[in-house]
C-alpha cells in the first residue's frame, strides 16, 4: 500500500492475514517458486490471496447502432479520451446462445486510436468485433492494473480461499513461475482483462480436496491471453475460457505447450459457448476438452478421455467453424455408452451453420473389456436446421480388439466430404446428409449411407473394379465398371461384348434379333451425309447414306469407292 512498483520477496514462508492488493504497476517477485511461499492464515474464505482490480468508468450511450467491421463509434454526448484507452462494449440485452447460458452476450474489447477531447465519436485501432445495438449496449472505459507476479507458491489450502490470484480489469498482467494450490474456485483468475499472459506455472486441487469442485486458470470475458507452459490439475476444469454476467465473451485465448489433467469427472479443459477465435495447441490433455462457441483451433495436441466420456465434446454453439487439425486421440479408458474420440452434439440451437474440419489427426482406441461404445466420432442433431459442413481429411483410425463405425452421422449436414482418410476395416455410417462424398480413402469396409440427396463415392479403397474394364457412371451416379466394354491395353484396343480383340474396335453380340452398329445423322440440309470409311494406302472404300434433299444424291445410299 506504500506505492512502490516492485517488490522482491526473499526465501521464506509468509503467513497472510488477508489479501494482497495490487494496485496499477506494482510487480510481486519472489527468488524462487520453490521457497518462496505465501500462506493464508484467515479462518473465513476470501475473495482472493492476490488481487490485482482495476477499474470502469460508464461513458455515453452509443448514438446508432454499430455495425460489424466499424472503424468509428458515434456516441450520443460527448466524451473525452486518450489515444489507447481500452474500451468494452456490452450488449446487456441481446446475444443470449441459449437458456443455459443466459450470461453469454455479445460484446468486446477495443482500443481507442487517437486522443480526442469533447467529441461525440473515436475511432477505434481495428475494427467492431460484432454487431451491437444502440439501445442495449454500454460502453466503459477501463482504467487497467498493470501488475505482475513471479517465483512465488501460494497456497490456500488451509483457508480455502475462493481464488489464489485474481486479476480483474487488466492490461499487460504477467504471471510467471507461480505455483498455486488449494483454492475452493479458482487458482488463478484473469476475468474482464485485455492482454494477460500465464507462463511457467502449475497450479491446482491437492489430493485431500478432489470433492470440492474447482478451476485450474480461468479466462472469464477477456481477450487476448496467452496461457503458455503450465501445469494444471483440478477437479473441475483445470483450464476454462468463458464469460460471465453481462460482460464480453472470452477471445483470442490461446493455450500452449501445456499439460492439462482432470483428477476429478469434469473435462480437463474447456472453451464455453461464448468464446471466439481461441486455440490449443501442442498441449497434453489428459481427461478430454469441452469445445463450445466459434472459430476454435485445436492442433498437435495429445487427447486422452475421462472415463466414459469422449476425447472432444462439441456442443453450445450456434455458429461452428472449428477447425481440429494434427492432434493425437488416445482412448483406452472404460467407455460404455459414449463415443470414443470425439461427440459432435449440435443440438443446443433451433438452427446452426458454420464449417468442421478434422483432418490429420491420428485416432486410437484400444478396446477394454466391458466396453460398449457406439462409435468413434459422431455428429447429432435431432431437429432444428443446418447450414453445416463438415470435412473429414487426411485422419488415420485405428481400433485394437473392437470395430465400430469410425463416423456416424445423422445431422443432416448439407456437405459432408470424407476425403484421403485411413480407416483400417472400419465402417462409417451417414444419415440425412445432402452432399455426401467419399473420395480417395483407405479401408476394406464399404461406408453405410441412407437418405442421401447426392452420394459421390469413388477411388476408395473399398471401390474394386475389375481390371482392363472402362469406367461408367451407373445408375446411382457412381463410377463403375462393366463387363460389356472391355480395354485391350496391350495393343490400345475396345471390345465391345468381347474380350478377345483382333481389330482396333471390335463388336461382337450373340442374339436372335438385330445387332451390329448403326449410324445416324438426322439432319435433312443440302450436304448432309451419313458414312462409314474403310481407308487404306491405295484407296478409300466408302458406305454412304445422303440426306432426301442433297443437292447430287438425294435420297441415295450406296458403297462408293
Known amino acids: 500500500n506504500a506505492g512502490v512498483k516492485k517488490i522482491i520477496v526473499p526465501e521464506g514462508t509468509y503467513y497472510l492475514s488477508q489479501a494482497l492488493n495490487l494496485s496499477d504497476g506494482i510487480s510481486i517477485e519472489g527468488i524462487s517458486a520453490e521457497r518462496c511461499i505465501l500462506k493464508s492464515t484467515a479462518s473465513s474464505s476470501d475473495d482472493a490471496l492476490v488481487f490485482a482490480n482495476g477499474s470502469r468508468t460508464l461513458l455515453p450511450n452509443l448514438s446508432t447502432n454499430l455495425a460489424e467491421n466499424a472503424t468509428t463509434v458515434s456516441l450520443v454526448s460527448t466524451v473525452s479520451l486518450k489515444r489507447g484507452d481500452i474500451i468494452m462494449f456490452v450488449d446487456t440485452l441481446n446475444g443470449s446462445f441459449n437458456s443455459s447460458r443466459t450470461a453469454y452476450t455479445n460484446g468486446f474489447f477495443a482500443v481507442v486510436k487517437d486522443s480526442v477531447s469533447a467529441l461525440t465519436s473515436f475511432a477505434l485501432n481495428g475494427y467492431a468485433l460484432a454487431a451491437l445495438p444502440s439501445a442495449t449496449t454500454q460502453l466503459w472505459k477501463i482504467t487497467p492494473t498493470n501488475t505482475s507476479v513471479s517465483n ?14 485474481r486479476i480483474t480489469h487488466g492490461n499487460l498482467n504477467k504471471i510467471n513461475n507461480v505455483k498455486v494450490y488449494g483454492a475452493d474456485v479458482n487458482q488463478i483468475l484473469i476475468e474482464r482483462c485485455f492482454n494477460a499472459s500465464v507462463s511457467n506455472s502449475m497450479f491446482g486441487k491437492h489430493a485431500p480436496d478432489v470433492a470440492s469442485l474447482s478451476y485450474g486458470v ?84 495429445t487427447i486422452t478421455n475421462l472415463l466414459n466420456y469422449e476425447c472432444v465434446y462439441v456442443t ?14 488416445n482412448t483406452n479408458k472404460a467407455n460404455l455408452t459414449n463415443r470414443v ?64 463405425p469410425a463416423i456416424s452421422s445423422n445431422a443432416k449436414l448439407i456437405n459432408l466430404s470424407v476425403l484421403a482418410n485411413n480407416f483400417d476395416n472400419l465402417d462409417n455410417v451417414i444419415d440425412s446428409t445432402t452432399k455426401l462424398t467419399f473420395l480417395g480413402n483407405k479401408g476394406t469396409t464399404a461406408p453405410t449411407t441412407t437418405v442421401i440427396t447426392t452420394l459421390v463415392d469413388e477411388y476408395n479403397e473399398w471401390d474394386t473394379y475389375t481390371a482392363n474394364r472402362v469406367p461408367i457412371i451407373n445408375s446411382s451416379g457412381r463410377i463403375a465398371t462393366t463387363n460389356s466394354l472391355y480395354w485391350n491395353s496391350a495393343d490400345s484396343s475396345l471390345g465391345i461384348g468381347t474380350t478377345s480383340t483382333t481389330f482396333k ?47 447430287g444424291w438425294a435420297g441415295v445410299g450406296g458403297f462408293f469407292t
Not at 497456497?155 to 481464488?163: F, L, N, V
Not at 459432435?344 to 440451437?349: K, Q, S, T, V
Not at 433451433?350 to 484400444?366: M, P
Not at 448403326?518 to 440426306?547: D, E, K, P, W
Open 218 to 301: 480461468s479466462a472469464v470475458s477477456s481477450q487476448d491471453v496467452t496461457i503458455d507452459n503450465v501445469t494444471a490439475s483440478s477437479t473441475r476444469h483445470a483450464v476454462i475460457i468463458g464469460a460471465a454476467g453481462k460482460f464480453p465473451p472470452s477471445r483470442n485465448v490461446v493455450v500452449s505447450n501445456s499439460t492439462i489433467n482432470s483428477i476429478g469427472d469434469q473435462y480437463a479443459a474447456d472453451l464455453h459457448g461464448g468464446t471466439s477465435n481461441c486455440t490449443y495447441k501442442n498441449n497434453y490433455i489428459n481427461g478430454g476438452l469441452t469445445l463450445g462457441g466459434a472459430n476454435h483451433t485445436i492442433t498437435g495436441n
Open 341 to 404: 474420440w470425439i461427440g459432435f452434439n449440435i443440438n443446443d440451437y433451433t438452427n446452426v451453420y458454420g464449417k468442421l474440419l478434422v483432418s490429420n489427426n491420428n485416432f486410437v482406441y484400444t478396446f477394454i473389456s466391458g466396453n460398449t461404445p457406439t462409435e468413434g466420432i459422431r455428429i447429432r442433431r435431432l431437429s432444428g436446421s443446418n447450414a453445416m459442413d463438415a470435412d473429414f481429411i487426411g485422419n488415420t483410425f485405428k481400433m485394437t480388439g473392437a470395430t465400430l
Open 316 to 329: 453450445e454453439a450456434k455458429q461452428i467453424n472449428h477447425t481440429i487439425t494434427g492432434n493425437t486421440f
Open 152 to 165: 512465488l507458491t501460494i497456497d490456500t489450502k488451509e483457508t480455502h480461499y475462493s481464488t489464489g490470484i
Open 505 to 551: 474396335v471390335q463388336v461382337e453380340d450373340n442374339k436372335n434379333a438385330s445387332s451390329g452398329l448403326f449410324v445416324r445423322n438426322n439432319s435433312t440440309g443440302t450436304s448432309a451425309i451419313t458414312q462409314l470409311n474403310a481407308s487404306a494406302s491405295s484407296g478409300i472404300a466408302s458406305l454412304r447414306a445422303y440426306s432426301p434433299l442433297n443437292a
